[in-house]
Structure formats: C-alpha cells, structure tokens
C-alpha cells in the first residue's frame, strides 16, 4: 500500500494523461484496502502498529480518484476506529495515558483525517460524502471533542449537503446523523457562532415530506435544544432560535397521519425543548400543553407522551402544567391498569414528579382514585413496580398526608404481603423502609409506630397457614426475616419515642432470653438488634453479648448465622468495648470460631463504609491481622474463605504496610496458606477506584503466579480472584496478559479423572472440573475486558476444546461465542467449520450420551436451547449464508423437527429479546 501510495501521487496529479483503460492498478489498491480491513477486524491487538504504519498511508489514499477504491478506504479506516472503540472499553489507569495506546495515536493523527477529507466533503458523489460523514461520526465517537477545532470546517460542509436542493434523501439522513453526532459529542459553545444556518437547515429538514429524514431532523432538533440554551448562557438570540426550533416541532406535532417514527420524535422533541425553554415559550405553552394531553388519549402515542411529560415535569423551570393536570392526572391513573409494563413503569415516574412539584394541584378526590389502583401494583410478580408504588405512597404522605385515610385498607396489606416475599431485597427493600417511615410521619391515627409494629411482626409471633411457607420450620421465608428487622429497625430508630425504642429493645432481649421461644422468633429477634445496633449504642444492656453468643449453641443454622450478624453489627456501635471480646473468644473457643470470624467481616465491612469509622478501626487492625493469619491454614474451606474477607478489606484500609507482608505468605509451605492469600487478593478489588490500586498494579503479577502453583484448589483459587479482576478492574492485570494467559489456557486442558465407588455402582469423577469451568469463566470476562491483549486465534483455540466439554463448560463457550459474533465476527468466520461441529452433536446427543444417570432431563434441553442462541448469533454475521458448511448445517437443522422447532423458538425469542433492548435504551 505505502509503495503504491507513493508512486501513484504524481500519477493521479496529470489529468490529462489519466486513462481507466492503461490504468488497472485501482483493482490491486481496491483488494489492498479490503485485505488490511480483514486484518483490523482479525487482530485488534496490532492496533498500535496499525496506527504507526497503516494509517498515515491510508489517510494519504482518501484523495483517491477511483471511488470504488476511495469508499473501501473509508470503510477500512472506519474499521480502524471501531475496533479502537472496542478497546477504548478497556479500563487504562491515568498513570498509563501518558503510555502510547491506540486512543493516544489517534489523537495524533486527527488533524490529517480532517484535512484529508476536506475535499470529500464537497465532493458530487453523494456516497463518497455519506461515507466521510460515517467516518468523522466514527472518529467524535471513539474521541469526543476532538472535532472542536474543525468545527468551522465541518459545519459548512454539512449545510451545503442539506440544502443543496434536490439533495437525496439517503444523503440528508446521512447528514443529519453525522450532525446530531457531532452535537452530542462536543461542548455547546463550540456551535454558537454558526447556529443560525445550522438550525435553518436543520428546520428545513424537519418540513421535507420524507419521512426518514423528518425523523433524523427531529433527533437533531432535539439535540439542538441543548446546544442553544447550555447552563449559565447568555446568548441573545435564544428566543429567536427557540421560537423557530418551536414551530418547526409544533407543525409536525399537530399533524396526526404521519408515520408513527415521526410523531414519537415529534412529542419527545417537544418535551425537552418545554423543559428547558418554558419560560421563553410562555405565550405557547396553552397551544403545546393540549396537544400533550390528546396525544396521551392515543394509545399508540401514549408512552412516549408520558416519558415526555416526565421530562417537562423534572425540569428546574417548573413547567406550568396547571392546564392539564386536572385531566392528565386521573388519565395516568388509568394507565396503571394497562397490561403494558413500560407504560406503568413510566407513569409512576411521571407521578412522582407530579407530586413533588404540583401537590398544590391536585386534589384529594384525584389522590383518592390514584390510591385505589396502586395495591394491585404491589406485589413480588414485579418488585421494580412495587417499588415506585410504594415510592408514591411515601411522597403523597409528604405533600398530602390527609390521604394516607384509605392507605389501611388497600395499600399497607399489599406491602405485608410483599414484605414476606423472598424476593424483596435492594432497593425494592429500601423503599419498603422508606414507606414504613413515611406512614408513621404522617400522623394518621391508625398508621401509628406500634400498629404498624404489631402489623410487621405478627406472622413471625403468630404464625397462619396463610403466612407461613409449605414445608417449613421457619414462620415466614427467610428472606422476609430480613425484610421484617429492616423495617423494624428503621422504625425504631427514626420514628419512635425513647419509650417506644426502648420497649422494643427490651421485647427483643427478653425474646432471647426466653427457653420457650421458637426459632423463627429468635432469628428474628437477633436481625433486628443486629440493625439498630449498627446504628446506635446498645452497650447500656449488660452482657449483651453474651444474650447474643448463647444463641451459637441454637440447633437451627439460620440462627447461628443471625447471632453472628448480630454480634458484629452490635459491635460496631460500640467497638471499644465489643471488638476486643470478639477476639479473644476467637482464641479461646475454636467451636465458635467460624461464627466469630463471621462476626469479624461484619465489623470491618460496616466500619469500612464511613472515614470516621475506618481512623477508629485502624487502632485494631494489627490486632485483627495477627489473629487472621494464624488461622489461614484453617482445614475449614469456610473459615479460610472469611478469613480471606476480612484480610482483604482491612489491606483496603491499610494496604502500604499489610500488601507486602501477605506477600510473603505467597511462598507459604501450605496450599491452605496459599489459596487464602490469593483468594484475599479479590476482595480488595472493587469497580470504584481505590487507594490500593497503584501498588496492587506493581503486586498482582506475583499473587497471580500461584496460578502456576502444583496444588489443583490453589490454582481454582488464583482463577476466581483473576475472574474477579478481570471484571472489577481489568486495567491491574492488562499488562500481565502475556503472561497469565498461556497459563489460562493450559488450565482448559488439564482433566483428572477417576472412579468412585458407591456400593456395587463406580462414577466417574473429574477431579479438574471446577478447575476448567473457572478458567473458562475467566476467558469470557477477558472477552469483554482485555480483548485488545488477546490473541483471537488462540482464544478461538480453546475455545474450541471447551465444546467438547462436559454440558456446564458447553454452555459458557456458547455465551463466548455469541460475544464473538459482535467483537469478531471475522475470526468466527475463519473457524466456522470447527465451531459448528460439536454443535452439530449436541444437537443430535441423547440423553445418555451428555449427562450421567439421574440428572434431569430440562438441564439437556437448556443446553440444547443455549446452543442454538450461538447458532441464531452466527446466523447474523454478514455473508454467512453464502458458507458452504453454514447452508449445509442448517438445511439438517431445519430437515429435524426437534431442531426446527428450536430454532424457531429461539428466533422469536431473539426479536423479543430486541424489541426489549429497544425499549430499555429509549426509556
């Protein structure tokens, strides 16, 4: 390429010699072009080199005559930025920018792919500007704000290919997306100086009759909206340009038989140029608003209207809604019985808003109709439902506590029947707390703290048939035990009386005290003191500790697990006092040692969560760390798994003195040692960015060393903390690829097998199983994270065996493969004949051939379902129907009637699948 690049220069530049017919070389600049983007899109890890040596002579080729070879170039350079996209999502550490990388290089390199597409720009060829528009949107995206320099280059460019009359369609859309790009990828203030024409182009492509290009016009009109009003601006011609954008937006609004893409971006529009335009608008908010409330009576409309009213009613204008609301309102009511998840999801949005800015609005009539229909929104078929239903009760109590009247009726049995739900927990939860405490505050007579506490705590006292689960011991699941002391301790802590918090202290010490007591009633009691105590002194109760200890001799595991929770939130009201306890009867009571271990992680996990906290831990941490690692050779895998937990996150409060110093137990003569260092290593890794992080960087090579080690549990250790890396902070071990990978692989190959015999019956046991499925899991997460330090082929290698694999390690490299598909598709296509292939024999596997006796028969079934997602996946990639192997493949899918069942199933499920994804981006 650089050869031809070079001696074609003075070629091209004599037009009168030129000739199509003496010239052929384009076709061999044409196959080049094509060539090194197969490379790109193969070997991302060349990018570095690709940047060096290809680009510069690509960037010279965009002035290339024959178009044909110039939109191939173009295509290969856009090649190039997106796999640099792709390894942008690699998290670099700042101390690594400095360091070339191919975001770095590109930088470089972005005034000469401006310049050189200058005269593309205007070039008569509607395809060779689309393709410069695609290019430069690829280039903003992989570096925003690199274009800010050229704005005054690019803008004119654009305005000609919008308003040149007779302009294509496909043009204009190509246009108008490369300017919405550009706007949401550059600072405001950048655009000002040509934002007149800009938006009088835009505005004329909101009036063309096609409706492609009405669509596109809207998106950017509504990026526009911010572009002409930024914070704090103080620009004079904002209401002139808001009063067009304004009318441009309106006219499309009002027109009721255009396309349903069109009306969607119409109302949306509209909403964002309302939010943040209102008060220069004022005069046509009593023609905009009406137009709001007809489009929510559409069913068709009525989404997107909610989502934009959302927007209206969020904004720092405060947006007079007056006009509406008082037919809005108990319209969005109705919308709550609607099977139409999205739309309730929204709506409750929508009401929340309402209510924290125009509670002065609505009435106690409108309120009341709201109210009856949010209990049948309350339950665990859909906890994120639940949760605003629940958040709207807690804001009407608030803005109108007199209609908490009705709330005893509907709403509060609802939420107790949630409550005993297995599946609330998160936020769901919180917002169970949160609407326990606004019911309190609000003052009704029969929503006081002890009603509600009886309400809570009946089912564990008085356990039904209706409230305790089938078959169990336990009153209620034991989920809802956390649920219950949650809302109990809120309760106490933030809505009683001295006398009210301190009766409920004294019921729950007295309920521990007591021989006759059920275990339910225990668990619960000791969950409970656990919350407050957390928050609040408790050491004003003598022996305490002990009350809470003697329940470690309770026959029930659930109790011990709660007294353990209990005593180490306890102590973390008063740690001076209780942390010393703790550890000495860590020493001296080796039966208790694993519940006191337990007690230990909840004291440094919640004293880990505030800096005032942690100054006071600190005076204890090598107290705690000499204790620790006398107990890392533990023979208990569950004592040494706390024991790595809490050596974790006290090295996240004292990580310069404590990371050396585990170290050194990495040459340990116990494997025991061993794994628990290194299973140590993984809980100081978080997502967040962390203190430890720079010296962990110069560290972890050595602990990820023991995946070399001799001991089978000791490597499984060093795959899961890599696995863990790997996902919270790839940046640590991406320059430790080179070498940890050769060791992941091996570690896909290694199988151990034996017999076991069991009376007269011998199994088959693979003693490297958790091994390989470890490793396999690791080089999922590196797909997603490291990918740019991946040999692709390699990787493809392994993957491979793993097909072959026992059903569990079948299933992951179907997921690795349906990643693929979107990273690589190309690499996918070179090994396509061996990835089908055991495909192919699971698809036509029997029962016996894939699981070992009494494993059931829905587990062969998933196994063939996920892989015919990886065979949907592939069907995808361009060109694959033209394969030989693939149209043989799937002619004898489709010949079977199990497996064209199947894929039918999966193709629809696929679309689903899509049409959510949609959804879930718009909303």
């Known amino acids: 390429v650089s050869t031809q690049s070079t001696g074609d220069d003075e070629y091209l530049d004599d037009d009168d010699d030129y000739s199509d017919d003496e010239d052929m070389s384009w076709k061999v600049r044409r196959s080049c072009a094509k060539c090194l983007a197969a490379i790109v899109q193969a070997r991302p890890e060349l990018l570095c080199d690709i940047y060096t040596r290809v680009s510069p002579v690509l960037i010279s080729r965009f002035k290339e005559r024959e178009k044909s070879v110039r939109l191939d170039i173009f295509n290969t350079y856009s090649c190039i930025l997106r796999q640099t996209a792709s390894s942008k999502h690699a998290i670099v550490p700042e101390d690594e920018m400095q360091d070339i990388t191919p975001l770095v290089q590109l930088g470089t390199q972005v005034d000469a792919i401006v310049r050189g597409l200058e005269k593309q720009l205007y070039d008569k060829n509607d395809k060779t500007r689309q393709s410069c528009f695609s290019l430069l949107g690829e280039l903003v995206t992989v570096l925003p704000g690199c274009l800010t ?116 971006r119409a109302i949306t529009c509209m909403g964002h140029l309302l939010a943040n335009m209102a008060d220069l608008l004022q005069s046509q908010l009593a023609i905009a608003l009406p137009l709001f409330l007809d489009r929510l009576r559409n069913e068709i409309t009525r989404l997107t209207t909610v989502k934009a009213l959302s927007v209206i009613a969020k904004s720092s204008l405060n947006v007079d809604l007056q006009l509406i609301l008082g037919e809005a309102f108990p319209l969005l009511g109705t919308f709550l019985r609607k099977t139409n998840r999205a739309l309730k999801l929204s709506t409750l949005e929508l009401l929340d808003n309402i209510l924290i800015k125009y509670s002065n609005y609505i009435t106690l009539a409108m309120v009341n109709d709201l109210i009856e229909e949010l209990p049948r929104l309350i339950s665990e078929s859909d906890t994120h439902v639940s949760q605003l239903a629940l958040m709207i009760v807690s804001r009407l109590s608030e803005t109108m506590p007199q209609s908490m009247e009705k709330i005893p009726d509907g709403v509060l049995p609802a939420a107790l029947t949630l409550i005993r739900s297995p599946l609330l927990q998160g936020s769901a939860l919180t917002s169970m707390t949160t609407f326990f405490c606004s019911l309190v505050r609000s003052g009704n007579p029969r929503l006081t703290f002890v009603e509600l506490v009886q309400h809570l705590t009946n089912p564990v006292y008085n356990p039904s048939p209706a409230t305790q689960p089938a078959n169990s011991p336990l009153s209620v699941h034991k989920q809802a035990f956390y649920s219950t002391s949650s809302c109990i301790s809120a309760l106490a802590l933030n809505c009683a009386s ?106 440094i996990t919640s004293m880990s969560e505030k800096e005032e906290s942690i100054q006071l831990l600190k005076n204890y941490v090598p107290d705690m760390w000499n204790l620790l690692v006398r107990y890392m050779e533990s023979s208990e895998e569950g004592s040494r798994k706390i024991v790595a937990a809490c050596l974790g996150k006290l090295m996240l409060i004292d990580h310069e003195s ?75 071990i991406r320059d430790h690829m080179e070498e940890i990978l050769p060791d992941l692989y091996k570690e896909t190959t290694i199988k151990l097998k034996r017999e076991v015999e069991m009376g007269p019956f011998k199994y088959p046991v693979d003693d490297a199983l958790d091994n390989r499925k470890a490793a396999f899991e690791c080089m999922y997460t590196v797909l997603q994270s490291c990918m740019d330090r991946v040999n692709i082929f390699q990787f493809l290698d392994h993957i491979e065996i793993g097909l072959k694999d026992v059903p569990d390690i079948k299933m992951l490299t179907y997921l690795m493969v349906l990643r693929l598909v979107h990273i690589n598709p190309n690499a996918i296509m070179l090994k396509l004949e061996s990835i089908l292939e055991p495909l192919r024999d699971t698809f036509q596997s029997k029962l016996k051939d894939i699981c070992p006796i009494g494993q059931e028969v829905e587990k062969v079934q998933e196994l063939k379902r996920s892989a015919m997602r990886a065979v949907v996946a592939l069907s995808k990639i361009a060109d694959i129907e033209k394969h030989p192997v693939f149209i043989d493949f799937m002619k004898k899918l489709r010949a079977n009637k199990e497996t064209d069942l199947l894929l039918e199933q999966e193709l629809q499920a696929n679309q689903a699948s899509y049409d959510d994804m949609v959804f879930s981006m718009d909303h």
């Open 658 to 732: 404590l990371l050396p110093k585990l170290l050194d137990y990495t040459t340990s003569a116990s494997p025991h040692a061993r794994s628990t260092v290194v299973m140590a290593i993984k809980y100081t890794v978080k997502e967040e960015p962390q203190a430890i992080d720079v010296m962990l960087r110069q560290y972890i090579g050595q602990f990820l060393n023991l995946l070399k080690d001799e001991d089978l549990h000791v490597r499984r250790m060093a795959l899961v903390t890599l696995n863990s890396t790997a996902h919270n902070k790839p940046a640590l």
């Open 498 to 603: 001295e006398d009210e918090y301190q009766s409920v202290i004294t019921k729950l010490l007295d309920n521990l005290k007591s021989s006759d007591m059920s275990c339910s009633v225990r668990l619960f009691a000791l969950l409970t003191l656990g919350g407050i105590g957390k928050h609040r002194d408790l050491s004003e109760h003598k022996n305490l500790q002990n009350v809470i200890m003697s329940s470690f001799n309770s026959p029930t595991e659930e109790v011990k697990s709660a007294a353990s929770y209990a005593l180490g939130n306890v102590s973390v009201g008063n740690l001076t006092l209780y942390l010393p306890i703790i550890l000495s009867e860590i020493q001296s009571n080796s039966k208790r040692q694993y519940l006191l271990l337990h007690s230990m992680k909840e004291i």
């Open 149 to 264: 320099p050229y704005i005054d280059v690019l803008l004119p460019a654009l305005h000609k290919s919008l308003s040149t009359k007779g302009a294509s369609c496909y043009i204009k859309i190509s246009s108008l997306s490369f300017l919405r790009t550009l706007l949401s990828h550059h600072p405001p203030d950048v655009f000002q100086s040509n934002l007149p024409d800009t938006l009088s182009c835009v505005i004329g492509a909101v009036q063309d009759t096609f409706y492609k290009v009405i669509s596109e016009a809207l998106l950017v009109s509504e990026q526009l909206v911010f572009v002409i009003r930024p914070p704090n601006s103080n620009n004079p011609q904002v209401s002139e340009l808001c009063t067009a954008i304004f009318n441009a937006t309106l006219y499309r609004l009002k027109e009721a038989d255009l396309d349903q893409e069109v009306k969607e």
